[in-house]
C-alpha cells in the first residue's frame, strides 16, 4: 500500500501487535460453548429482525450453562435465593455501615437484595454512588464468606480498565477499613496494557498477573481459582476474561467464579459480555450496575429497528427481554436540583433526591462592557 501511494508511514505511525482472535470470533466461541440448551429461545424481535421464520434454529440438548441461565433464563435467576443465611448478609452490611463507609438505605437495600438473590441489577443516574455501592457490595460478600467459611471466588470487572480498576482499588480501600486480610487478590491485565493504575496499599497479597501461556504466575493464579484455598478476588476488564478461559483451559467458558460484579454494564454490550458471563461457576450470583438511561455502548452495526437492546447494553437487554426488577438509587451526591428533576422526567425513579443544598457554579462579575466604537 505504501508504495502504491495509498497510505503514507513516514512518519507518525505507530504499530501495535494484535493479540489473541478478532472480536467477532471471540464471541461466536462463547455462543458456541454456551450452545442451545433446552432453555434457549429467541425473542420475537430476534427473527423479525434476521428475517427469520419463528422457530428456526430450535433449542436442542446442550447443557445448561450459567452463562445460559443470565441469556434465556434471567426472571427465574433474579428470584432464586442464594442461600445465605438472613443473620449473614445483615451482618455484613451492617459492618460495612460501621466503618463510616458511605451507604444510604437504598444503597444498603440493594447490597442485601444482591446478596439474597442471584442475579441483580442496581440502577441510578451519575452521582448516585454506584461504584461505591458495589464496593460495599463486595466487601459484604467477603464478610458473608469469612463468617460461612467459605473459600469464595470473586471477580469485579467492567467494560473499560479505569472502571473495573476503580472498583477494584475502592474495595481494597473498604477491605483495609474493615481489617480484613488473609485474600488473595489479582489484578488481570494484557500483556500489551502497561498503562495501570498505580496498586492500592493493601494488607492482602494482591499482584497484577498478565494473561500469557506457560506465565508462572498465570498459572498460579489459575489453580488458585481451581483449588481456592481461601477467598478469591480478581479484576479484569471485560474482553480479558475471554483470554483467562482461552490461556487457562483452551477454551471460550471456564466456570471459575461463585461471585462476579459488572460495573457500567450499561456501557457493556451483550457480545462483549459473554466474555464474564462465560467465568460464572454454578450455582454464582452476578449483580450488575449500570445506569441504561445513558448513552449506550458504541457497537459496529446498525442495531435493528425497534429492537436495540438486542445488540445495545447487557443491562438494556436483561431489562426488556427478562423484565427484571431494578434495585435503585435514590440519593444524589453530585447533581443539582434542576439535573435530578430533568431525570425524573426522563425516567429516573421519582423517589430520586438530592444529598445536600443545591449545587450552582459561581457566578463572576465583570466590569461593564465600555459603549461599541462609533465609524
Known amino acids: 500500500m505504501a508504495s502504491e501511494g495509498g497510505v503514507d508511514i513516514s512518519e507518525g505511525v505507530s504499530l501495535v501487535e494484535s ?45 445448561v450453562t450459567p452463562a445460559a441461565r443470565v441469556l434465556w433464563d434471567a426472571a427465574a435467576l433474579a428470584v432464586e ?25 437504598s444503597q444498603r437495600n440493594a447490597v442485601t437484595h444482591c446478596l439474597s438473590h442471584r442475579l441483580s441489577i442496581v440502577w441510578g443516574p451519575p452521582g448516585t454512588g454506584k461504584t461505591t455501592t458495589a464496593a460495599s457490595l463486595v466487601a459484604a460478600r467477603v464478610l458473608a464468606a469469612l463468617e460461612l467459611g467459605q473459600n469464595t471466588r470473586i471477580l469485579v470487572t467492567a467494560p473499560t480498565y479505569t472502571a473495573w480498576e476503580k472498583l477494584f482499588g475502592e474495595v481494597l480501600e473498604l477491605l483495609e477499613k ?48 481451581k483449588t481456592p484455598a481461601t477467598i478469591v478476588l480478581a479484576g479484569a476488564v471485560a474482553q480479558q476474561c ?26 457493556l ?20 450496575f449500570g445506569d441504561h438511561l445513558q448513552m449506550p455502548p458504541v457497537i459496529a452495526t446498525q442495531p435493528p429497528r425497534g429492537a436495540e437492546w438486542l445488540v445495545g447494553s447487557v443491562q ?15 440519593i444524589n451526591y453530585r447533581s443539582a436540583g434542576a439535573f435530578v428533576e430533568f431525570g425524573k422526567r426522563i425516567g429516573s425513579s421519582q423517589k430520586n433526591a438530592r444529598r445536600t443544598a443545591d449545587f450552582c457554579v459561581s457566578s463572576v462579575s465583570h466590569p461593564p462592557c465600555p459603549p461599541p466604537a462609533t465609524l
Open 178 to 225: 474493615l481489617n480484613i486480610t488473609g485474600l488473595s487478590g489479582y489484578r488481570i491485565y494484557a500483556p500489551t496494557h502497561v498503562d495501570r493504575a498505580p496498586l492500592p496499599e493493601s494488607s492482602n497479597n494482591v499482584q497484577d498477573v498478565e494473561v500469557r501461556p506457560h506465565d508462572a504466575d498465570f498459572r498460579t493464579f489459575w489453580q488458585e481459582l
Open 81 to 105: 435465593d442464594t442461600g445465605l443465611p438472613t443473620q449473614s448478609i445483615g451482618n455484613a452490611a451492617q459492618a460495612v455501615a460501621d466503618v463510616d463507609w458511605p451507604l444510604n438505605d
Open 19 to 63: 493479540v489473541g482472535p478478532p472480536m467477532a470470533k471471540r464471541v461466536k466461541d462463547c455462543l458456541c460453548e454456551i450452545g442451545r440448551p433446552s432453555i434457549a429461545s429467541a425473542a420475537p424481535e430476534t427473527y423479525a429482525a434476521l428475517g427469520h421464520p419463528p422457530g428456526q434454529n430450535p433449542a436442542r440438548n446442550d447443557t
Open 269 to 288: 454490550d451483550v457480545g462483549r459480555s459473554l466474555f464474564p458471563l462465560c467465568l460464572l461457576a454454578a450455582g454464582a450470583e452476578l449483580a450488575l
Open 242 to 267: 475471554y483470554r483467562i478461559a482461552h490461556v487457562g483451559n483452551d477454551t471460550a467458558m471456564a466456570e471459575l467464579f461463585d461471585f462476579m460484579v459488572i460495573d457500567e454494564s450499561s456501557q
Open 316 to 330: 438494556s437487554y436483561l431489562i426488556r427481554r427478562h423484565g427484571l426488577t431494578l434495585q435503585n438509587l435514590l
